[in-house]
Nanobody, 123 residues
Framework: VQLQASGGGLVQAGGSLKLSCAVSGRTFSSYNMGWFRQAPGKEREFVASITWSGGVTYYADSVKGRFTISRDNAKNAVYLQMNSLKPEDTAVYYC?????????????????WGQGTLVTVSS
């Protein structure tokens, strides 16, 4: 499986961006998906996850109410709508596919990763 994240860029604080992740393979709709981020000098951290059907989502406290994860199984894609962006949201954002049957915020439960897309929020 291959994951390709896109949509990052430079935005002012308070602005919005929408990240996309295109996923290859015919079994996309069977897997839970997640978004993670890694800021310079920091460990990669969980941002949001979504179940295979899109029916259940989960967010890190730091983004709750500002970010929305969604997916389109017909297009093999997962999205992250980011609103009210803050400078502390600056990071490389990664999409990831969870291990079969897993639904978790733990990095170890994700076995396929995209290459990341850089989001920079200026103050």
């Amino acid at each position: 499986v291959q994951l390709q994240a896109s949509g990052g860029g430079l935005v002012q604080a308070g602005g919005s961006l929408k990240l996309s992740c295109a996923v290859s393979g015919r079994t996309f709709s069977s897997y839970n998906m997640g978004w993670f981020r890694q800021a310079p000098g920091k460990e990669r951290e969980f941002v949001a996850s979504i179940t295979w059907s899109g029916g259940v989502t989960y967010y890190a406290d730091s983004v709750k109410g500002r970010f929305t994860i969604s997916r389109d199984n017909a297009k093999n894609a997962v999205y992250l709508q980011m609103n009210s962006l803050k400078p502390e949201d600056t990071a490389v954002y990664y999409c990831a596919r969870a291990r079969s049957g897993a639904y978790s915020r733990a990095l170890s439960e994700y076995d396929s990763w995209g290459q990341g897309t850089l989001v920079t929020v200026s103050s």
